[in-house]
Every structure is written in structure tokens, then in C-alpha cells.
T-cell receptor, first 114, second 112 residues
């Protein structure tokens, strides 16, 4: 069973603060994605990381894929109330019986207070 | 990318009845995935639906409870049968791109 351990489960911070969300696994993933979901909507892709050690930036969001492709982090700088939502990491493995499936982390509910 | 239309967006159903959720994709896809999600929590895969073959169910989910149809490469349905309050949840359909997944907006089901 592939597991993605995501932490923390809850984050409640003030506007302007920084935060980091982590996803860790003992399994190797061919790619890892981060999604953000708002109430009443499906998850929306933020980024996909594929190469070990890769760092991607999306405005105030920085995503990193571990060298061994077993872990990833999402760092938000100067959080804003609009960042509030459920953040999910998801890992993909190619081939075999798990082809096409994604393994999701437990999710992080982020609340940014003005 | 893919655009997924899912309906209904929400429903309140009586226990013992069944609800069919529809998922329409704007492009042809080989596999479609059905998930269940409690509000604010992660996604649990119910089954993978392939066109022309029976769906593949994950552990804890069975065809009698969650029958799935996949009549063509752009459409799928998930039925939640003989519902109980424990089936109250958000149900999402999804397709995969090269790596990423695209989701419908979800169906919020409440069983009373």
C-alpha cells in the first residue's frame, strides 16, 4: 500500500505569515502534484513536480520534490486570506496494477485570517 | 486539460433509495475515476471505470453498492444503491492528463 503522509492537518494563521506543508512517503513516485480545493468545487491542480530535487515557484508558492522522489513540500510566503482552502498532495506511479491511480495525502485545511 | 461536468451538484435522498451521478468529459479518455470525500478530508478512490469492461473496485467498495456504467469514452455514471446515512459524502469523478488529474465539481449527497 502506498501512503502519503501529509502534515499538518490543520493550519490557522494570520495574513502575512509563512507556512509549509509536507508530504512524505516510503514509496517512490514518478510525479507528485499539489491541489487546492474550495468548498463546493473539485480539487484544482497547482503544480506537478517530476524530477528529484526539482523546485517550482508559482507566485508566493514554492514547491519542492525530494531528491529521492519520496517527499514534497509546499511553502507559502506572506499568506493571504485568498489562500484559504484544502491543500492536497497526490503521488502518481506509472505501470503495474496501480497505473493511472493517484495516492492522496490526508489534506491540509489552511485558514488565513485577515 | 479536460473539462468535466458532473451532476447533480447536490441532493438529499431518503434512506433505502438510490442515486445516479453523471459525469461528462469534453474529450475522450480511457479511464475515469470515482472518488468519495468527506468535507475537509482527503479523497478515497472507489473504482476505476474503463470503457468496454467492468469497473475495477478498490478494497471496501463493491459493485452491488456502487454500480458504474461507462458506455463510451466521454461519459460515466456512478450509482449509490440502497443508501444509508453513512453514504452521506461528496462524490467526485476524475480523469487523468499526462500526470495531473482533473475533477468534476463534485456531488454532495445527504442521506436522511
Amino acid at each position: 500500500t502506498q501512503l502519503l503522509e501529509q502534515s499538518p492537518q490543520f493550519l490557522s494563521i494570520q495574513e502575512g505569515e509563512n507556512l509549509t506543508v509536507y508530504c512524505n512517503s516510503s514509496s517512490v513516485f514518478s510525479s507528485l502534484q499539489w491541489y487546492r480545493q474550495e468548498p463546493g468545487e473539485g480539487p484544482v491542480l497547482l503544480v506537478t513536480v517530476v524530477t528529484g530535487g526539482e523546485v517550482k515557484k508559482l507566485k508566493r508558492l514554492t514547491f519542492q520534490f525530494g531528491d529521492a522522489r519520496k517527499d514534497s513540500s509546499l511553502h507559502i510566503t506572506a499568506a493571504q486570506p485568498g489562500d484559504t482552502g484544502l491543500y492536497l498532495c497526490a503521488g502518481a506511479r506509472a505501470g503495474g496494477t496501480s497505473y493511472g491511480k493517484l495516492t492522496f495525502g490526508q489534506g491540509t485545511i489552511l485558514t488565513v485570517h485577515p | 486539460s479536460a473539462v468535466i461536468s458532473q451532476k447533480p451538484s447536490r441532493d438529499i435522498c431518503q434512506r433505502g433509495t438510490s442515486l445516479t451521478i453523471q459525469c461528462q468529459v469534453d474529450s475522450q479518455v480511457t479511464m475515469m475515476f470515482w472518488y468519495r470525500q468527506q468535507p475537509g478530508q482527503s479523497l478515497t478512490l472507489i473504482a476505476t471505470a474503463n470503457q468496454g469492461s467492468e469497473a475495477t473496485y478498490e478494497s471496501g467498495f463493491v459493485i452491488d453498492k456502487f454500480p458504474i456504467s461507462r458506455p463510451n469514452l466521454t461519459f460515466s455514471t456512478l450509482t449509490v444503491s440502497n443508501m444509508s446515512p453513512e453514504d452521506s459524502s461528496i462524490y467526485l469523478c476524475s480523469v487523468r492528463g499526462t500526470a495531473e488529474a482533473f475533477f468534476g465539481q463534485g456531488t454532495r449527497l445527504t442521506v436522511v
